[in-house]
């Protein structure tokens, strides 16, 4: 169905746009704070309508579905999308892509592990913690992140 695809699009628009507007309030910040207000705001504004048409893209879902596919998903991505796209970064002499690949992909296996034990253990006294820098996940708050190495005063803690 083309409205089906349609959605899938408007999706993925307003995902990049948020991020493009989020990025663009960053760099506004100190040089002109109203703009960065401004692009704040419309990010949020893409944020919502994102999460409004991702609703229409996932349906209804329990939690254990959304594990599995969290599980699928992460899957999918550590072992074909980003060893393939390591390698063409090699290939390409783009060092500073690879490393952003590989970094992604460690992260990537440290979510599932998460994720694959979530359909054990609700995790409901657990904090987690994520490196700012590079998004790796743990539930004991590191010296160093084991992926990038950042300090544990990078990493952000939800409890
Ligand atoms: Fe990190």
Sequence with gaps: MKTETNIKSAFSQHAYSYFEFLNAAKRAENSNPGISKLFKS???????????????????????????NGIDDLTYQTTQFYPTVINQAEMDASAREAAMFRATEKVGKNLTALLKNALDNPYRNTPFHIC?????????????????????????RIE
């Design 42 to 68: 419309l990010a949020e504004s893409e944020k919502i309508v994102a999460q409004n048409l991702f609703v229409l893209i996932s349906g209804e879902t329990d939690f254990e579905q959304n594990i599995m």
């Design 132 to 156: 700012g820098i590079c998004g790796n996940v743990t539930m004991e708050l590191p010296n160093t992140c084991t992926v990038c190495s950042s300090t544990s005063d990078k990493f952000i």
